[in-house]
């Protein structure tokens, strides 16, 4: 069953007639770039880091925009996008709370939610998937807010080591907000799953 899921995706891949696209090649660079940012943090290369990251999230920016302004929006593209986003999240997350942090350490309990609200998006794809039920992955507003303030917090964190801020409060301020934008953003695809399911 997996099996043939996988080859409906080969198959509408194939289909595009030009999935390699500026927007694309820019979602691609994303995901070459996630292996020397955790790199760069676990040898403290905090500037190398940064300006890593700040490249990764211009080309999230822009291949969005170029496959909309350019009219290139294909189906690979609609599933590596927010992959990438995922792993570069994660992976930045991960290697500031096992390794090190360049100001506030990012807390394990933060790190395991977020494994286990993919785990759980991830499942329910499965279930559906294995279910037939037709879907289409597309990010939500409050998937798209969690992504976007996770995506903000990270540049705060190299700001504050930067220009030596210790404003502790709103560290733990941002931390509670953006566990609570996780949950209530899984709460909002799991709605989405279920009515899926219903029908």
């Given at each position: 069953?997996?099996?043939?899921?996988?080859?409906?995706?080969?198959?509408?891949?194939?289909?595009?007639?030009?999935?390699?696209?500026?927007?694309?090649?820019?979602?691609?660079?994303?995901?070459?770039?996630?292996?020397?940012?955790?790199?760069?943090?676990?040898?403290?290369?905090?500037?190398?880091?940064?300006?890593l990251l700040l490249v990764a999230t211009m080309t999230d920016l822009f291949d969005g925009?170029?496959?909309?302004?350019?009219?290139?929006?294909?189906?690979?593209?609609?599933?590596?996008?927010?992959?990438?986003?995922?792993?570069?999240?994660?992976?930045?997350?991960?290697?500031?709370?096992?390794?090190?942090?360049?100001?506030?350490?990012?807390?394990?309990?933060?790190?395991?939610?977020?494994?286990?609200?993919?785990?759980?998006?991830?499942?329910?794809?499965?279930?559906?998937?294995?279910?037939?039920?037709?879907?289409?992955?597309?990010?939500?507003?409050w998937g798209k807010l969690t992504t976007f303030f996770q995506s903000v917090f990270i540049?705060?964190?190299?700001?504050?080591?930067?220009?030596?801020?210790?404003?502790?409060?709103?560290?733990?301020?941002?931390?509670?907000?953006?566990?609570?934008?996780s949950i209530f953003s899984l709460g909002h695809y799991t709605l989405i799953g279920i009515?899926?399911?219903?029908?």
């Amino acid at each position: 069953m997996l099996k043939k899921k996988l080859q409906r995706f080969v198959k509408r891949v194939s289909r595009d007639r030009s999935w390699f696209t500026i927007s694309n090649f820019l979602t691609i660079i994303r995901f070459f770039l996630i292996p020397f940012i955790v790199v760069g943090i676990i040898y403290f290369k905090w500037v190398l880091v940064f300006i890593l990251l700040l490249v990764a999230t211009m080309t999230d920016l822009f291949d969005g925009y170029l496959a909309r302004r350019l009219n290139q929006q294909t189906a690979l593209g609609s599933y590596l996008d927010p992959i990438a986003d995922k792993l570069l999240l994660f992976s930045s997350f991960a290697s500031l709370a096992f390794v090190r942090s360049p100001s506030f350490k990012i807390p394990v309990w933060f790190v395991l939610l977020l494994f286990i609200r993919e785990l759980i998006m991830l499942a329910g794809t499965l279930i559906m998937t294995f279910l037939h039920i037709e879907f289409e992955i597309k990010p939500t507003i409050w998937g798209k807010l969690t992504t976007f303030f996770q995506s903000v917090f990270i540049f705060w964190i190299f700001c504050c080591y930067f220009l030596t801020w210790n404003p502790v409060k709103t560290y733990s301020f941002s931390i509670v907000l953006l566990a609570l934008f996780s949950i209530f953003s899984l709460g909002h695809y799991t709605l989405i799953g279920i009515r899926h399911l219903k029908r």
